[in-house]
């Protein structure tokens, strides 16, 4: 048997217009991917079908619905799509109930998209409580448990932070807002796609389209767990929201959809829906199991030169800790990271770090190449000593 990391998952012949040697922006954004291009294009024809094109588009919908919930070992009708992760977030932090005085705990690696929501909220007198990494970059979950009191309304984590690569125990976190006695609310933006999950814990999740999922931009899906939030009303509206539109009372009350579909307000962007779940099922296909193991040997390997090298390396090497990122610092990132793409190797840079990350398409050749890359690099950018 192959040692795992070895060979691609999946060939690079599967995707498009692939330039670099080694293609390691997954975090930013996958590349494009032949087969969900296939399903982008099918569904925009369909269009030319009248109703038997939008038979077609909403089938494609529902399938992609069907293929995240086996994803994520969840029900279809718990899924909802909208037009981006950060409507969703929008959606959930406008929809969300709680007094002057009340306040959501998140911590420092968080993404805008999640915290800035709810920060908008601050005017009104909702309390944003951000809780600091630790010195070694940890963020453990007993630290977030610290900031929680008994005027806490939620816990907003993402499962894999973009910052450092830090993998969240989504479990852990849920016993902790049980202990609070408040909801999880989790986005899966960087995990989704790339390791599997459990999110029974969670009442509300959000994910991207365009990382992991092997999907395009322009949709977000979320999950509403109704066990852990019954009776939610999202702070956004639409007619795809209503259980029926012709309603004899529609200009009196909202008849809210009883499942997920009541995040979902206007015609979606069907084709690119399709495109996303076909990104789902070459997922599926390959096995999240497989696609877990084979990342977490790349980012291994990668932390282990990285740390060689004498660089300050973010990601825990704890493989529960971590999923398909691996982050070290660099004060130049942006430079740094342009620098690696004249060496063929396409990682992401800013902020002070460079973030590289490994998937379905790469091996341990992308590894080596990255780890060569980085060491010239840095004999014409040295690390400052702080």
């Known amino acids: 048997m192959a040692t795992v990391g070895n060979t691609p998952l999946l060939d690079s012949s599967n995707f498009l217009n692939l330039t670099a040697d080694s293609y390691l922006y997954w975090g930013a954004h996958s590349p494009a991917l032949r087969r969900v291009e296939e399903a982008i294009v099918a569904s925009y024809r369909a269009k030319s079908l009248g109703e038997g094109g939008r038979d077609f588009l909403y089938a494609a919908e529902r399938h992609t619905r069907e293929s995240l919930a ?40 968080e993404h805008p998209a999640v915290f800035a929501p709810f920060l908008r909220l ?16 940890e963020m453990p979950a007993s630290s977030i448990e610290e900031y929680c009191d008994e005027r806490t309304t939620a816990i907003a984590v993402s499962h894999v932070g973009y910052v450092t690569g830090l993998r969240h125990d989504i479990s852990e976190l849920g016993l902790i807002a049980d202990r609070v006695g408040v909801p999880l609310l989790v ?27 092997l999907g395009p931009y322009g949709v977000g899906a979320v999950i509403w767990n109704q066990e852990r939030l019954p009776d939610f009303e999202p702070g956004s509206v639409g007619w795809r929201s209503l259980e029926n539109m012709f ?9 809210w959809n009883q499942d997920g579909t009541r995040f979902q307000m206007g015609a979606p962007a069907l084709a690119e829906i399709a495109g996303l779940g076909a990104g789902l099922d070459t997922i599926l296909e390959l096995g999240i199991a497989n696609v877990e193991a084979h990342s977490l040997a790349l980012v291994a390997a990668a932390i282990t030169g990285l740390n060689e090298l004498g660089l300050t390396v973010l990601t825990p090497s704890d493989p529960a800790r971590h999923a398909g990122n691996v982050a070290f610092l660099h004060p130049q990132g942006e430079v740094f990271a ?14 002070g770090r460079v973030r590289a ?24 950018m040295p690390m400052e000593r702080v």
């Open 70 to 109: 086996r994803l994520t070992g969840r029900n279809a009708s718990e899924v909802g799509m909208l037009g981006d992760a950060s409507t969703a977030w929008s959606a959930i932090a406008n929809g969300w109930k709680w007094k002057p005085g009340d306040n959501i705990v998140i911590n420092e690696y």
């Open 338 to 351: 342009r620098r690696l793409a004249d060496e063929g190797v396409l990682v992401w840079g800013g902020d």
């Open 187 to 213: 986005d899966i933006s960087h995990s989704l796609g790339v390791v599997d999950m459990d999110l029974s814990a969670a009442a509300l999740t959000v994910s991207a389209s365009y990382k992991w999922t």
């Open 247 to 255: 309603n004899d009372k529609r200009f009196e009350e909202i008849n």
């Open 357 to 380: 990350s490994f998937h379905v398409m790469n091996c341990k050749d992308d590894v080596a190449r990255l780890l060569s890359a980085v060491a010239k690099t840095l004999t014409e």
């Open 122 to 137: 601050r005017q009104y007198g909702l309390e944003v409580r951000v809780v600091p990494r630790n010195a070694d970059w």
